[in-house]
């Protein structure tokens, strides 16, 4: 069975701080991908990031980075320098082979406070 | 912009009716997805369509039904509506049927039953 959890509900920090957001998955297959969503006040659910199972690199794209560990089944997702922009609700999803669709977390509501 | 369109954006109506609700997927994608994302459930896999043909079932009530039509846009129908059913409704497409490629969502419709 997969599942992903997101345990932190809503998080909230200062303009500026560094905030980290937790994915946990559980899955049987050896190889999946991973994804995170990020879905800002007007609704729309917008890519972020795809990771495949076999690539352990860390990833980092401007402020945000992505730190996928096999072996605790966890790929956190890190904002560094929050700005009030990065407010949104943010998914983790898993995608086994094979799979028709994505297995989304209950999401983490981050606040950036100005 | 996803390049997928879902209309309409926003949907008021009674417990007991019916509705429709409809996805263009992007240009080029055969596969289509139904999501609800409510309060309490986080976002749901509803059903897939793949090219006309339904592909996979998640959490999807009898009362809900969807379909895929010759040019590839997808409906949803929701009957017998009950206040439960207020929720986000999201679309989404990709290319492949599975796998793991991303998916890419709608700004999905807000329904509302009153």
């Known amino acids: 069975a997969q599942k992903v959890t997101q345990a932190q509900t809503e998080i909230s920090v200062v303009e500026k701080e560094d905030v980290t957001l937790d994915c946990v998955y559980e899955?049987?297959?050896?190889?999946?991908?991973l994804f995170w969503y990020k879905q800002p006040p007007s609704g729309e659910l917008v890519f972020l990031i795809r990771?495949?199972?076999?690539?352990?690199q860390n990833e980092i794209s401007g402020r945000y980075s992505w730190n996928f560990q096999k072996s605790t089944s966890s790929f956190n997702f890190t904002i560094t320098a929050s700005q009030v922009v990065d407010s949104a609700v943010y998914f983790c999803?898993?995608?086994?082979?094979?799979?028709?669709?994505?297995?989304f977390g209950t999401g983490t509501r981050l606040t950036i406070i100005p | 912009d996803s390049g997928v369109t879902q209309t309409p954006k926003h949907l008021i109506t009674a417990t007991g009716q019916r509705v429709t609700l409809r996805c263009s997927p992007r240009?080029?994608?055969?596969?289509v997805y139904w999501y609800q994302q409510s309060l309490d459930q986080g976002l749901q896999f509803l059903i897939q369509?793949?090219?006309?043909?339904?592909?996979a079932k998640g959490n999807i009530l009898e009362r809900f039904s969807a379909q895929q039509f010759p040019d590839l846009h997808s409906e949803l129908n929701l009957s017998s509506l009950e206040l439960g059913d207020s929720a986000l409704y999201f679309c989404?497409?990709?290319?492949?049927?599975?796998?793991?490629?991303?998916?890419?969502f709608g700004s999905g419709t807000q329904l509302s039953v009153l």
């Open positions: 899955t049987r297959d050896t190889t999946y991908y």
């Open positions: 989404a497409s990709r290319r492949e049927v599975t796998g793991n490629e991303k998916l890419f």
């Open positions: 990771r495949n199972s076999f690539d352990e």
């Open positions: 240009s080029g994608d055969l596969s």
């Open positions: 999803a898993l995608s086994p082979p094979g799979a028709n669709n994505l297995f």
């Open positions: 369509y793949y090219n006309g043909e339904e592909r």
